[in-house]
């Protein structure tokens, strides 16, 4: 989204976190990810990898299936490879949060989340779909 949709494509996103219960309804997760994304009009590629803290707020442990919410996404995020035309992107740490849901089964997870990063002269951000398993 922002200044980043109009000139980067559909790209790829993994997540690993492990998240531990506070409560009946609430967990913490820390993990990280890795995004990739190809330019549109070049063959160059942006890749990113961030750490993430995030509060997940539903069921622990679900019967079937059970919503949650998803607070958080606070983390750095440190650019491998910025794309032509954003030099501010080559900044190391970069900065972000996201909010989304889910639903959460006894073994695995679907998840949707908007992340908006924080950069000096630019707006970007990117909505990701999460599908996982639980160990």
């Known amino acids: 989204t922002g200044d980043m949709g109009s000139s980067i494509d559909i790209g790829y996103s993994g997540m690993l976190g ?5 409560g009946s309804m609430t967990q913490l997760r ?4 890795a995004n990739y994304w190809a330019e549109s009009n070049s063959d160059a590629n942006f890749y ?4 993430t803290f995030d509060v997940l707020i539903g069921k622990r442990v679900p019967g079937f299936v059970a919503p949650y919410g998803v607070v958080g996404g606070l983390g750095g995020v440190r650019n491998t490879s910025p794309p032509p035309g954003f030099t501010c992107y080559a ?3 970069l900065y972000g949060a996201r909010i ?6 006894r073994r ?3 998840e949707v989340s908007y992340q908006k990063v924080w950069v000096a002269g ?4 990117y909505v990701p779909f999460v599908f996982g398993f639980r160990f």
């Open 30 to 33: 820390l993990g990280g990810t």
């Open 48 to 51: 990113d990898l961030a750490g």
């Open 122 to 125: 630019t707006t970007s951000g």
């Open 18 to 22: 492990y998240a531990a219960g506070v």
């Open 100 to 105: 989304g849901a889910g639903l959460n089964s």
């Open 108 to 110: 695995i997870f679907i």
């Open 91 to 93: 900044r190391n740490p």
